[in-house]
């Protein structure tokens, strides 16, 4: 087993609200700033959110896309992931929107429909910075995170049509078999590369059980044909994201996914994020992959096939 590891940052995602930390990357030139020091920290890969630049509201506006993607591509190699999953709420159209006009070398993929709770998240927080924040949190306690099939079925063809690799997003073992399902379409090529994502409200939760569980189900449906990373959600990053690595896999972190440095101490960017885990694969005998060594791995298009 070769001892580089992928490490996926995702930077500011639609889930936490500005008034949860002063740290989150609201506009194109901070989520362009966090995600290069992200990558000089060790990220060799980028998975981006837009929000609107005024009130940190999630965004599917694909001028704001263009607008960070540019900045990240004109300073680092890292690879760049635009999200697919968008802003919850959005329409299937809205969500492809900035994927069509940038064609990435990689796009998350939500390969089922699941309840998607944050509205835990209003109790412990005091004061709102902005109207938006707690509508857009209690709403999810009566809220579909809506992938049908069909769904799934149009954005996989789209993302075959640019050449972009889909980053298959499973909350649930059934989105295996899900994906399993599209592979026998002749929908997915190998490697595919997977995101176990363990600890959502709606979604499996955060244990080694489970994460065997992932592995051991993907194993019999995908043999030795893909990729996979760990995310496992708020204080469960970097333990979990521990386990995965010494089992092989990548790991995601970044602010879209934990707030926290360590118990209780907000993280201040993403690459202090990053630096964590980069430093506990060097404890472990790991290296942080290149972002060279993860497009050989994932057999990505290139940077130069990009529209940014």
Known sequence: ?????IINCAVTGAIHVPSQTPYLP???????ADA???ADAGAATVHLHARHPDTGQPSSDPELFADFCGRIAAQSEVVI???????????????LAAVQR???ELASLNMGSINFGLFPMKDRIASYQHEWEAEYLEMTRDFVFRNTFRDCDRMLRLLRDV???PELECYDIGHLYNTAHFVDQGLLEPPFWFQFIMG???GIGPSVENLLHFKTTADRLFGSDYVWSVLAAGKHEMSLGTVGAVLGGAVRVGLEDNLYLSKGVLARSNADLVAKMQRILNELGLQAATPAQARQLLRLKGRSQTRF
């Open 102 to 104: 940038l064609q990435p």
């Open 163 to 165: 050449g972009t690799k």
């Open 36 to 38: 290069i020091a992200a």
């Open 200 to 202: 959502v409200l709606g």
């Open 26 to 32: 609201i506009t194109p030139a901070q989520i362009a």
């Open 81 to 95: 992931g635009i999200t697919t999953g968008g802003g919850l709420g959005m329409t299937p159209e809205q969500r």
């Open 1 to 5: 087993m070769p001892p580089e590891r």
